[in-house]
């Protein structure tokens, strides 16, 4: 099974900007360039909910809630999907967690990273 693995989080003030990289390791090209992948984040005390998807074409779906604002992208030759987000507010706080979906296999997901908005 493939290991996502995830970086770039931490506190921004709110206004602020993050950008998240998610790395299929030890995935070959083969493999993760057919697949789907998602960021999705759970807010304390809340649900996990999805936040964007990029497909394998690169067709892309955004929560309405992050629609402007965050942008999803992906990186097949290094095998990496991105989490831009701009304009964060408070309500953006949660572990954002890397999604991958594979026809062949189903879901693998990321161990999370902290997003906290705030001052």
């Known amino acids: 099974q493939a290991l996502l693995v995830e970086s770039g989080g931490g506190l921004v003030q709110p206004g602020g900007s993050l950008r998240l990289a998610c790395r299929a390791s030890?995935?070959?090209?083969?493999?993760?360039?057919?697949?789907?992948m998602a960021w999705y984040r759970q807010p304390p005390g809340k649900e996990r909910e999805l936040v964007a998807r990029i497909t394998s074409d690169r067709t892309t779906n955004y929560a309405d809630s992050v629609k402007g604002r965050f942008t999803i992208s992906r990186d097949n030759s290094n095998k990496k999907v991105f989490l831009q987000m701009n304009s964060l507010k408070p309500e953006d706080t949660g572990v954002y967690y890397c999604?991958?979906?594979?026809?062949?296999?189903?879901?693998?997901w990321g161990q999370g990273t902290q997003v906290t908005v705030g001052q």
């Open positions: 999604y991958q979906f594979r026809r062949d296999s189903g879901a693998t």
């Open positions: 030890g995935q070959i090209f083969s493999v993760f360039a057919p697949s789907d």
